[in-house]
C-alpha cells in the first residue's frame, strides 16, 4: 500500500465511487430495458444481409448485464472499504509504530502531571 495513502481519504474515494458506480447501474439497467423494448420488434424491411447483424442486439443486452453484474461486485468491494476501520489499511509495522507513539504520549503526559503535582 502506498505509505502517504490516508484511511480517510481511501474511505472518501471509496464512497464516492461506490455511489457513481451505483449511478452506472442504474443507467445500464434502464439502457437494458428499453432497447430491449425498443428492439423486440424487428422491422420486416430492415432485412440485413449480413446474418452478423441479426446477432448484434443480444449480444448487446448481454454484454450490459454481465456490466451490471461486474459493477454490482465493484460496488460491493468499494462498500467494504468505505465502511473499513484505518486499522485495516494499515501494515502490522505502521500499527506497532501508531502503538508506540500513543504509549510514547501517554508517558509524555504522565510526566506532565506530575511536574504540576
Known amino acids: ?35 430491449r423494448q425498443v428492439w423486440a420488434n ?24 454481465i456490466s451490471i453484474i461486474l459493477k454490482l461486485g465493484l460496488v460491493s468491494l468499494l462498500y467494504r472499504l468505505s465502511i473499513s476501520e484505518p486499522e485495516d489499511h494499515m501494515s502490522a509495522r505502521d500499527l506497532e509504530l501508531a502503538r508506540l507513539r500513543d504509549q510514547n504520549r501517554l508517558e509524555k503526559s504522565r510526566q506532565d502531571r506530575t511536574r504540576l503535582i
Open 1 to 35: 500500500m502506498i505509505k502517504s495513502a490516508q484511511p480517510k481519504k481511501i474511505a472518501r474515494t471509496a464512497s464516492t465511487l461506490t455511489l457513481m458506480c451505483i449511478a452506472l447501474i442504474f443507467m445500464d439497467a434502464l439502457y437494458c430495458l428499453t432497447m
Open 42 to 65: 424487428k422491422a420486416s424491411d430492415n432485412h440485413s444481409r449480413i446474418a452478423f447483424f441479426d446477432y448484434i442486439r443480444p449480444f448487446v443486452i448481454v454484454l450490459t448485464i
